[in-house]
């Protein structure tokens, strides 16, 4: 069974960077198409960015972070990663990478996904 853990999570001034890893292990990630989302206080999980399987490692990211997160896959490492680059208050939330065995664009939407990983804290404050 695939297990995904999240690291690189922490506390950031506006304007800073974060950058997130999301690591594998039990099955190759070669297979999956991968996403990243994130959960608010008070809100519902929202897609951020994904990125499919592949060879041109098609990607789809929200309006709010187009620009300023970037996610990259390297499958010989066995990870995904989103580069937070401008970070801003609104983005304070738990993140999440999940991942499903598919064929097709990657889905925006958490039904789309069967694993997932436990979260890393992400918060942006003065």
């Known amino acids: 069974q695939l297990q995904l853990v999240e690291s690189g999570g922490g506390s950031v001034q506006p304007g800073g960077s974060l950058s997130l890893s999301c690591t594998a292990s039990?099955?190759?990630?070669?297979?999956?198409?991968l996403g990243w989302f994130r959960q608010a206080p008070g809100k519902e999980r929202e897609g951020v960015s994904c990125?499919?399987?592949?060879?041109?490692?098609?990607?789809w990211s929200a309006d709010s972070v187009k620009g300023r997160f970037t996610i990259s896959r390297d499958n010989s490492e066995n990870t995904v990663s989103l580069l937070m680059n401008n970070l801003k208050p609104e983005d304070t939330a738990i993140y999440y990478c999940?991942?499903?065995?598919?064929?097709?664009?990657?889905?925006?939407?958490?039904?789309?996904?069967?694993?997932w990983g436990q979260g890393t804290q992400v918060a942006v404050s003065a």
């Open positions: 999940a991942a499903v065995s598919t064929l097709g664009p990657c889905d925006q939407q958490e039904i789309g996904y069967d694993n």
């Open positions: 039990g099955w190759t990630l070669y297979l999956y198409n």
């Open positions: 990125i499919d399987i592949s060879s041109d490692d098609h990607t």
